[in-house]
C-alpha cells in the first residue's frame, strides 16, 4: 500500500502571537495582543469569529455580577457598546445589559480586530504543532491551499478544547472524575414569523410574564415547577415530543432581529456528550436537526404566536459546554469558588454559579443559595493567570473554556463573559512575550493585573 506524503508549505512571514481559534476567548485575545502592539495573527476554522455566541447562537451572555456591578469589563465592554450603537445590543429594565444579536458580533468583532491591525486566516483548521523541547516553534494547518506552516513567538490556543496544548503534550483533564461523562450539548436555533406580542400575552397567561417582545425569556425543565410544564406533558402524551425534549427548554428575544426567537435547546442524546470528538459532533447536528423539528411542531400547535413560526437558522456549531480541562500552573477548585478564593496575579471575577448540565438529564446542578461565602450577593471569586499557563510548554496560554479547573469549578467559569476576560489576559500577555523575547512564566502576574486594571478590567 502506498503511504501519502502529503507537502507542508511554509509561509514566509512570521508573526509575534498566533491565536488558534478565533470564537469567544480567542477573537479578544487576538484584539488585545493586536493592541498591545503584537502582529497578531488568529486562524479560524469557519467564517466569522466569535464561536460559541456567534456561530452556536448562545445569547444573550449570562450575567455575571457582584453588588449588581458586571464583573467583566474592559474589551467586553466596548463591544457590548458597539452592538448597542448598531441595534444589536439592549439593555432590559432590570439592568441586564447582556442581550446581542449574534449576526452582528461576527461583524463588530471583525471589526475590532482588523481596525486593531490583527490578521485572520479564516475557513482554516488546526492540524499539528510542531514542537522544540517544551516551546512550540510553529503550527501546522489546513485549508484551501493544502497544509502550510505558520510561526510565531507566542501561541494562545482558544480551540476552546486544547487541542494545540494537548496535542503539543500538555496533561489534561476530561468530563467528570468519577464517569467521565462530559457536561449536556445543546444545537441551539432560531425562530422566525413569531407574533411577539401574541406570545407575550400568551406566555404571561402560563405564569411567564415578560417584559415586552424585545425582552422575552421563557423557559422549561422537568421538575423545576415552571409554569409551561403541563403544556409540555401534554406534548409527550400526543406524541409531538419526547420526554428528553423537556430535559431543557429555553427561550430568548434577540436585538436587532423582531419576530425572531433564540432557543437554548434542544439538549442532545444522553450519549452524544464528547464534543472534542469528531464523530460525536457530526451524530450531534444529526440528532439536533431532529429534535429542533419536534419542537417547531410543538411550537407552532401550542404556544400562541408561533403558528406561522419557522426556523430561521439551525446554529452551525454544537453548544458544548466542556471537554478538555488543561493541568496548569494552578488548578481552580470547587472550594476556591465557595470561598471566594483571591489571587495577586488575578485576571478574571467571576460570581457565576456552579452550574453543570448533566447528560442523563437526572438533575441540573445550579446552586444559587446557601450558607457559603459565594452566595452572597456581593461575592466573587477570582482566575488567576496561573491557570492560563499549561504544565510542559513555554510559550502556550489556554484561556476560556479549557482553562485549568476542575471539573465542578469549570462549569462556573465557562460563561463567555469570562471566556473574554481570559482571552484578554492571555492576548495582553502573550504581546509582552514577544515584545520582551520571554516565556509565558515570565510574564509577572501582578503586573498583567494592573495592566488590565488600567484597560478598564474590574480587577
Known amino acids: 500500500m ?6 507542508i508549505h511554509t509561509e514566509a512571514r512570521t508573526w509575534d502571537v498566533i491565536v488558534v481559534g478565533g470564537g469567544t476567548a480567542g477573537a479578544i485575545a487576538a484584539i488585545a495582543a493586536a493592541r498591545a502592539g503584537a502582529r497578531t495573527l488568529v486562524v479560524e476554522a469557519l467564517g466569522s469569529l466569535g464561536g460559541t455566541g456567534t456561530n452556536a447562537q448562545v445569547t444573550p451572555l449570562m450575567r455575571n455580577v457582584a453588588a449588581g456591578v458586571n464583573l467583566n469589563r474592559g474589551l467586553t465592554d466596548e463591544l457590548k457598546r458597539r452592538l448597542c450603537e448598531r441595534g444589536d445590543g439592549a439593555t432590559d429594565r432590570g439592568g441586564n445589559d447582556n442581550w446581542f444579536n449574534p449576526e452582528g458580533m461576527k461583524y463588530v468583532l471583525e471589526r475590532m480586530l482588523v481596525e486593531s491591525g490583527g490578521e485572520i ?9 510542531e514542537l522544540e523541547g517544551g516551546r512550540v516553534r510553529a503550527v501546522v494547518v489546513h485549508n484551501k491551499d493544502g497544509l502550510v506552516r505558520l510561526a510565531a513567538h507566542t501561541y494562545v490556543d482558544a480551540t476552546g478544547d486544547a487541542d494545540l496544548a494537548v496535542r503539543a503534550g500538555a496533561p489534561f483533564e476530561a468530563g467528570e472524575a468519577e ?12 425562530l422566525g414569523g413569531v407574533d411577539g406580542e401574541r406570545l407575550c400575552a400568551f406566555l404571561a397567561r402560563h405564569g411567564q410574564p415578560q417584559e415586552s417582545p424585545r425582552f422575552m425569556h421563557f423557559w422549561m425543565v422537568w421538575g423545576k415547577k415552571s409554569s409551561l410544564e403541563p403544556l409540555f406533558r401534554r406534548g409527550v402524551e400526543e406524541g409531538l415530543l419526547l420526554e428528553r425534549d423537556g430535559d431543557y427548554f429555553q427561550g430568548f428575544s434577540v436585538p436587532g432581529q423582531p419576530g425572531v426567537i433564540s432557543f437554548n435547546c434542544p439538549r442532545l442524546a444522553a450519549e452524544l456528550n464528547d464534543g472534542a470528538d469528531a464523530w460525536t459532533l ?7 436537526k431532529e429534535a429542533i423539528d419536534r419542537l417547531l411542531r410543538f411550537l407552532r400547535a401550542t404556544f400562541e404566536g408561533c403558528e406561522n413560526a419557522f426556523i430561521a437558522s439551525y446554529a452551525p456549531m454544537v453548544g458544548v459546554r466542556e471537554t ?9 477548585t470547587l472550594e476556591d ?17 456552579v452550574d453543570i448540565h448533566t447528560p442523563r438529564g437526572q438533575k441540573l446542578y445550579h446552586e444559587r443559595s446557601g450558607d457559603l461565602p459565594y452566595f452572597k450577593p456581593d461575592a466573587f471569586h477570582e482566575i488567576p493567570y496561573r491557570s492560563l499557563i499549561p504544565l510542559g510548554l513555554s510559550n502556550v496560554l489556554v484561556p476560556g473554556r479549557c482553562a485549568s479547573a476542575t471539573f465542578e469549578a469549570q462549569s462556573a467559569i465557562r460563561v463567555q463573559q469570562n471566556c473574554h476576560s481570559m482571552g484578554e489576559a492571555a492576548g ?3 504581546a509582552w512575550c514577544a515584545a520582551r523575547d520571554v516565556g509565558v512564566r515570565e510574564i509577572d502576574g501582578v503586573e498583567l493585573r494592573e495592566a488590565l486594571r488600567r484597560q478598564g478590567a474590574n480587577l
Request: aromatic share 12%; glycine share 4%; proline share 6%.
Open 2 to 7: 502506498q503511504t501519502v506524503n502529503l507537502p
Open 324 to 332: 478538555r480541562r488543561i493541568v496548569g500552573e494552578y488548578v481552580l
Open 282 to 288: 457530526s451524530r450531534a447536528q444529526v440528532d439536533g
Open 121 to 129: 486566516l479564516y475557513h482554516t483548521h488546526f492540524v499539528a504543532p
Open 179 to 190: 464517569s467521565g461523562l462530559h457536561q449536556a450539548m445543546s444545537l441551539r436555533f432560531m
Open 337 to 353: 469558588i465557595l470561598y471566594c478564593k483571591t489571587f495577586p496575579d488575578a485576571v478574571c471575577r467571576n460570581h457565576y454559579p
Open 428 to 430: 495582553v500577555a502573550a
